[in-house]
């Protein structure tokens, strides 16, 4: 009788286990489709509104002298003999002083860090490195290369090449979701973890299943499942998606803070104009989903959350959520008025911020473990 109680049990939760999967799964792709629906609708009204346009875009050729700009620092490539890609980075500072490597999201590239690397050059080796799919970096074909396991070991692989055994990584968006799982899997490789505008992997994928509020905010994350489409509706009416992202006045930088030049602009419509240059980031959201749910969650080092407080793709409740996975010290700072784009939208108060954090506990010229 114990036997058959046993063996009920577990038959019940098996099958408990699998419907919540196939839930899970009936959600992400009927939300994919009510999404879908309402993006063919702009894009109908966009080609009643503006037929010749809409179908519109150009190619960048030439590089905005913004992109060479020496006190950035200087440009370099690495190739990782494990995966046999190249990875573009932008160094400076000193070589044998310690490491700052810095993660970008999305869409964005290496540039986005510009304020950051002329900031923190003078005490740090500053790289911030386009990832895999980005810009100047290699772009694997096929969504299967973008799994969440190879951005991480990616890291690894850099930082290691670089020269060095640990790093002061900081991550903005999806960089620092793949900043958090590196220091979750490699935390004898991380000094301290700085990241900006991202919660706790766990936090995010919690509290989105619990509060319909971000799920909406979250809802580009079940259109961008679809090959080719989500690909096509950004380079609609020249870029226009991306220009809105960095320039609105619901998400774009500049409500408070430091707007983007026109030249700052064109540097991200270069990147992005290049053919194919879309797919490699877009296929980070096919394979949100595949590495869930975490079986190593906590993260023992030292962290410094910002957010900004305006973001309109996360709601701010992650934030002080994520502390309950953190083992070390934790700081958390809501920058006022400040949106997603958090580094290039308030440099200064971001840099000072990061200045604060790091000197705690050790003197500035003390960072070496």
């Keep these: 009788m114990a036997r058959l109680l046993r063996n009920l049990l577990l038959f019940t939760v098996r099958v408990t286990l699998k419907i919540r999967v196939l839930g899970f799964w009936a959600l992400v792709y009927s939300y994919c489709a009510f999404y879908t629906c309402i993006v063919l609708l702009k894009l109908l009204w966009s080609i009643i509104i503006r037929p010749l346009k809409t179908f519109q875009w150009v190619i960048r050729e030439n590089a ?16 990782i003999k494990e ?22 999201g999305f869409p964005e590239f290496w540039f986005s860090w510009r304020h950051q690397l002329r900031e923190f050059k003078s005490e740090f080796r500053v790289v911030a ?47 620092g979701m793949i900043a958090w799982l590196f220091a979750i899997h490699y935390p004898e490789m991380v000094n301290k973890l700085i990241v900006l505008n991202c919660p706790h992997p766990t936090v995010f994928t919690d509290y989105t299943l619990h509060h319909p509020s971000q799920l909406m905010k979250s809802s580009y994350f079940f259109f961008f499942q679809l090959p080719r489409f989500p690909e096509f509706m950004f380079t609609i009416n020249d870029f226009k998606a991306i220009k809105y992202l960095f320039t609105s006045q619901t998400t774009g930088i500049g409500r408070k803070g ?66 309950l996975y953190i083992k070390n010290h934790f700081r958390l700072n809501i920058i006022s008025g400040a949106s997603h784009w958090l580094q290039q939208d308030q440099p200064d108060i971001v840099n000072t911020l990061i200045w604060t954090f790091l000197k705690e506990g050790e003197s500035r010229k003390n960072y070496r473990n």
Excluded at 297 to 319: H, N, T, Y
């Design 64 to 79: 905005p002298a913004c992109l060479n700009d020496t006190s950035l620092g200087t440009h370099c490539y690495v190739r």
């Design 258 to 323: 430091c707007r983007l030049t026109s030249e700052d602009m064109e540097a991200y419509m270069y990147v992005f104009s290049q053919p194919g240059a879309l797919t490699g980031p877009l296929n980070y959201y096919r394979n949100a989903f595949s590495f869930l749910p975490l079986k190593q969650q906590e993260v023992k080092s030292p962290v410094l959350l910002l957010w900004g407080e305006r973001d309109a793709f996360l709601e701010q409740e992650m934030a002080e959520i994520s502390r």
């Design 129 to 175: 490195v386009d990832m895999r799919g980005y810009g100047e970096s290699d772009v694997p074909a096929g969504r299967e290369h973008y799994r969440l396991d190879y951005l991480v070991t990616d890291v690894k692989d850099i930082v290691e090449y670089l020269g060095y055994n640990r790093c002061f990584l900081v991550g903005h968006d999806w960089g």
């Design 83 to 104: 995966s046999g890609l190249r990875f573009h980075y932008v160094a400076a500072g000193e070589r044998g002083k310690p490491l700052m490597l810095f993660l970008h």
